[in-house]
């Protein structure tokens, strides 16, 4: 990483945080995807807690409204590659591809943790991060959300029901059972992230 | 100043070295296909060259610290997302190098967007997208200035004007590369490439020869005479 050797490196991360955060705030469709994101949150917790006193209603609401918080991700990530050639600006004004990457994540991690706080839990922002982490590996948002969804609402519950020791491991357990799956929520970005930042290091603009 | 040294990439470049002077328009000519976006994307570090270097002011694009501040480039389109408004576009492209706000208002005077800020891209017409394209070059009121086909999509007027912003740049001492197949446009220095090879590189007066024109020894350089 050529980026961390460089002198001034922590203030050009803030500046490159910053202009990400503003391209973030000023997307049309990230706004109606965290707008809508939040409501349906709200209105299924609201229903969850009528219908089950008992359960924690914000789990039972993310366990779906989770879907929006991949779309939110993805977007992040795919407005780059929609029609007008965004990415080509992007590089352009900071063209040190994996400080740039970093300071995306850092932007990201900053606006879901935002659209998040009112939930309590950090659970959805290991999500958008997986999805940013799929939308910069695929570069397409319906591919990108296609392949989230089937990871979270099918893969998982299949591979929990055929495997249940392998709940540690699965991207989705923390949010249920926290203890449990806060290793896998972590990793799993983690792991998107170092693999889209080095695609992204290598693959043509 | 602009080098390019012994760039090349299987298929498409060959060993292609020329240089671009301040205060000097360098005319970066070729047929469509023979090289010119590819040489242009590897100056800017959008693509990569196999062997060879290109350099701005002895560096790399990618170690220019705050780049918008050395080199403006305008490509294909504008570079904003067709939903964000002209000026959030330029906005965040301040942002990324730390120029000042006000330059957002300044640049969208000088291209004559200033009415057009509050709109959508996606809304803009060919000509204005390029004129929104060479609004966020100029941000950072830079020394180099790279263009690839800039006249694309301008109407006359469009046209005009772009030729004598580009002289009076070059007349400001900045570096003026702009790559173009056509040939109706004031240069002081001109590159001939074709099939991937530098086939001419000097003054204006070097290159046409004896050709009598530019156009003659651009047709002779290139082989395109032959209809």
Redesign the interface.
Known sequence: MTATA?P?APA?LI??V???L??LG????LRWAAGLTWAATVLLALAAHRAAPAADPVATALRWTQAGFLVFGVLTAT?EY?????I?????????RFALAAAKATALIVAAAVLTLPTGTAYPISVALVGAGLGWLLRNALAAVATGLTLYLIACPVALSRWPAAANWLPDTALLDPGRGAAAAVLWPLALAVGASLSFRWR?? | MIRIDRVSRPRILHEVSFEARPGRVTGFLGPNGAGKTSTVRILLGLDRASTGTATINSQPYAALPRPLTVVGALLDGSGAHRARTARAHLRWLAASNALPRARVGEVLETVGLTEAAGRRAGRFSLGMSRRLGLAAALLGDPPVLVLDEPFNGLDPAGILWMREFLSRCAAEGRTVLLSSHLLDFPVDDVVVINRGRVAAHGTLAEVQGDHGSLEDAFLALTGAASW
């Open positions: 460089r001034g050009e500046t490159s910053h202009a990400e503003h391209k000023t997307l049309p469709s407005q929609e029609s007008g050639g965004q080509r600006a992007t590089l352009l004004a900071v063209p040190r043509h603009a």
